[in-house]
């Protein structure tokens, strides 16, 4: 049965094969990241935010943040700043500098890192300086720019109606809402009537966002609010499998069977190639120590293995435990046979 939930999604010229989208996460959306669940079918991925400032004083590791593998696209880079002249400095650069198809602005982090620069979720206290910021950055560019923001600073100050039109007003071609306020942070329920009402008072394409945590959820925000498109962040950790699952259920009705153990464990061998070669060892190890854990969830005994990958210095030492534990599940579904 088809479901006909995957019309055609785009952002301004920029056309998506469906309408499932890799979010966003700081610390997690690196090149080696994206490219592993770009090939489990997202429509869009966004890369993690980067600093304006930084791409502004040309530092090193700021920059490096910027490498794009060209089988990643189409792909929104994301800036954060809360100063108008070095976001758009910034915007320029990506403009002319990255393969980038979108510009995202970040207001939406809540770290208290980001608040201080007046960056990120801070943004939302003040409509018309939402719309100040992004319409310097559409005069000052010639990719499309989207805004990526949650729905209010806190229960008292949702303004995400009179936001989501200032984007739009301001020459942005999408916006992505998250369905919380700064002060929820990632706790509690996101407020998908919040985002169905932003998308019936702006005419851009609105991307939805938080609590998408199953194929079935997907499939609920977008007949619930209107949407555009599902955004999937935390559900994809460990788990490029939800967004292939997310993409099959909205096109056929049919939900794909969850990966096995040695599944899980190739792909995170995959991923963790692609670190090292984007990192090297001292830093991709440190790194894909988080995400073998997530990797490992939900398979049998993966308490012992995590606490020793979480010891590991070297890419030996790490490749040698999560093949071990492939043997390990392998020798055990054996015995059962057996039995």
């Given at each position: 049965?088809?479901?006909?939930?995957?019309?055609?999604?785009?952002i301004?010229?920029i056309?998506?094969?469906?309408?499932?989208?890799?979010?966003?996460?700081?610390?997690?959306?690196?090149?080696?990241?994206?490219l592993t669940?770009?090939?489990?079918?997202?429509?869009l991925?966004?890369?993690?935010m980067?600093?304006?400032?930084?791409?502004?004083?040309?530092?090193?590791?700021?920059?490096?943040?910027?490498?794009?593998?060209?089988r990643?696209?189409?792909?929104?880079?994301?800036?954060?700043?809360?100063?108008?002249?070095?976001?758009?400095?910034?915007?320029?650069?990506?403009?002319?500098?990255?393969?980038?198809?979108?510009?995202?602005?970040?207001?939406?982090?809540?770290?208290?890192?980001?608040?201080?620069?007046?960056?990120?979720?801070?943004?939302?206290?003040?409509?018309?300086?939402?719309?100040?910021?992004v319409a310097?950055?559409?005069?000052a560019?010639?990719?499309?720019?989207s805004?990526?923001?949650?729905?209010?600073?806190?229960?008292?100050h949702?303004?995400?109606?009179?936001?989501?039109?200032?984007?739009?007003?301001?020459?942005?071609?999408?916006?992505?809402?998250?369905?919380?306020?700064?002060?929820?942070?990632?706790?509690?329920?996101?407020?998908?009537?919040?985002?169905?009402?932003?998308?019936?008072?702006?005419?851009?394409p609105?991307l939805?966002?938080?609590?998408?945590?199953?194929?079935?959820?997907?499939?609920?925000?977008?007949?619930?609010?209107?949407?555009?498109?599902?955004?999937?962040?935390?559900?994809?950790?460990?788990?490029?499998?939800?967004?292939?699952?997310?993409?099959?259920?909205?096109?056929?009705?049919?939900?794909?069977e969850?990966?096995?153990?040695?599944?899980?464990?190739?792909?995170?061998?995959?991923?963790?190639?692609?670190?090292?070669?984007?990192?090297?060892?001292?830093?991709?190890?440190?790194?894909?120590?988080?995400?073998?854990?997530?990797?490992?969830?939900g398979?049998?005994?993966?308490?012992?293995?995590?606490?020793?990958?979480?010891?590991?210095?070297?890419?030996?030492?790490?490749?040698?435990?999560?093949?071990?534990?492939?043997?390990?599940?392998e020798?055990?579904?054996?015995?059962?046979?057996?039995?």
């Open positions: 049965m088809m479901m006909n939930e995957q019309k055609p999604f785009q301004a010229h056309v998506m094969d469906n309408r499932v989208v890799l979010a966003p996460m700081a610390g997690i959306c690196n090149s080696a990241f994206r669940v770009k090939e489990f079918g997202a429509g991925v966004y890369a993690e980067i600093s304006d400032k930084g791409l502004v004083q040309r530092n090193q590791k700021t920059l490096d943040m910027l490498y794009i593998d060209q990643e696209n189409p792909l929104s880079l994301q800036i954060f700043g809360g100063d108008k002249e070095t976001l758009v400095e910034a915007a320029k650069y990506v403009d002319q500098h990255t393969p980038a198809d979108i510009i995202d602005i970040n207001m939406g982090c809540p770290v208290n890192k980001i608040i201080k620069c007046e960056a990120g979720a801070r943004l939302l206290l003040d409509p018309n300086k939402v719309y100040e910021m310097a950055v559409v005069d560019v010639k990719k499309p720019v805004v990526k923001m949650r729905i209010g600073w806190d229960d008292e949702i303004f995400a109606i009179e936001n989501a039109q200032a984007v739009e007003r301001a020459g942005a071609a999408a916006v992505a809402v998250h369905g919380r306020t700064r002060v929820q942070m990632y706790e509690g329920k996101a407020d998908w009537n919040m985002i169905k009402q932003v998308k019936e008072n702006v005419g851009i609105v939805g966002n938080g609590d998408v945590e199953t194929p079935q959820d997907a499939k609920r925000m977008l007949e619930t609010t209107g949407v555009d498109a599902v955004m999937i962040g935390r559900a994809a950790l460990g788990n490029p499998w939800m967004i292939y699952r997310t993409v099959q259920y909205l096109e056929t009705g049919e939900l794909k969850e990966p096995s153990a040695a599944e899980k464990i190739d792909v995170c061998l995959l991923h963790f190639e692609r670190l090292l070669q984007l990192k090297g060892e001292t830093v991709a190890v440190r790194e894909m120590r988080k995400h073998a854990s997530w990797y490992l969830k398979i049998r005994g993966n308490g012992k293995i995590r606490n020793a990958i979480n010891q590991t210095e070297t890419a030996v030492e790490l490749r040698a435990l999560l093949t071990g534990v492939v043997a390990e599940y020798t055990r579904e054996t015995e059962l046979m057996v039995q």
